[in-house]
């Protein structure tokens, strides 16, 4: 169920790499651009789907927008 995964969407490398703490299980996601540059997606940490990354992208990789990370719900405004 808490598997990192690898996958390429439009030109990118995205990677989804789980945290394993007492409380709870993180997911941070990591993409590396078709440049090159590699970013962590600054987008909620208990969201391990593809789809949240997917949603960054088509966004233009948006800096959060307040005082947390972006959520799916966030982003989906955003495209």
Partial sequence: MWE???????????????????????AWHIVVKP????????ITPYDSGREIIKLWIDAGYPD???????RYEDLKKMV
Wanted: net charge negative.
């Fill in 4 to 26: 990192d995964i690898e996958f390429t969407y439009k030109g990118h490398t995205c990677n989804i790499e789980h945290d394993f703490e007492p409380d709870c299980v993180k």
């Fill in 35 to 42: 440049n090159g540059d590699k970013v962590y997606a600054d």
């Fill in 64 to 70: 959060r927008q307040g005082c947390g990370p972006l």
